[in-house]
């Protein structure tokens, strides 16, 4: 039997990075997660195991903030889902403890992406990419950004700068390099909990629930 096709799935402990990774271990795939903390590991995979087979399941030490650990994170991966970007409940007073994480964490995932002959890497970026900073405007295409300023807030800024980077670093990579970039802007993202804990993407439904 073929070995399964091999998935780095960056953040593994995040809210959208944990659905990710159950959709993908359904499918087959072997799922390599990333994490800052290793001894997180046991709990995410107790986690994931009510809801998937996780045999198919590994993790490597990595942080968006450090060169350290992502070539071996990525090392015979196909396909990179990019998830982890620092998402807090508040926004920090200094904007750049959200954005230096966000646009470094991805250009250290596709250099290392690109080292690794990967295939393609799909990216978590947000509709705060695209929207904010345009007064009336409510039509937007491919072509649209967010005007990044005080005023749009620290994680609004972080990931219209972190997209822009990207992109940016994937067209300067001589042909054939590049890994295939492929980016996703959700809004509102909505769902059930797999790890109890939780993470500021419900904010709002337990914020509605509380009244």
């Not at 590994?58 to 998830?83: I, P, R, T």
Request: charged share 20%; with cysteine.
């Amino acid at each position: 039997m073929a070995n399964p096709i091999q998935v780095a799935v960056t953040g593994a402990s995040g809210y959208i990075a944990l659905h990710v990774i159950a959709a993908l271990l359904d499918q087959g795939y072997a799922v390599r997660g990333t994490l800052r903390d290793m001894a997180r590991g046991e709990k995410i995979r107790a986690a994931l195991a009510k809801h998937t087979e996780v045999t198919g399941l590994s993790f490597a030490e990595s942080d968006l903030m450090s060169d350290q650990g992502w070539d071996a994170a990525l090392a015979d991966c196909q396909y990179v889902m990019h998830v982890a970007s620092p998402f807090p409940v508040l926004d920090p007073k200094n904007h750049d403890d959200l954005i230096i994480p966000a646009r470094d964490g991805a250009l250290r995932v596709l250099a290392a992406a690109a080292r690794a002959d990967v295939q393609r890497v799909v990216m978590t970026s947000s509709a705060a990419a695209i929207g904010n900073g345009h007064g009336d405007k409510s039509s937007f295409t491919e072509a649209d950004w967010s005007v990044v300023s005080e005023e749009i807030g620290a994680y609004n800024s972080s990931k219209t700068i972190a997209e822009r980077a990207a992109w940016d670093f994937v067209a300067s990579l001589p042909e054939g390099e590049a890994p295939e970039l492929v980016m996703i802007n959700p809004s509102l993202v909505l769902g059930p909990l797999i790890d109890p804990d939780g993470s500021a993407s419900i904010e709002l439904v337990r914020k509605l629930m509380a009244r």
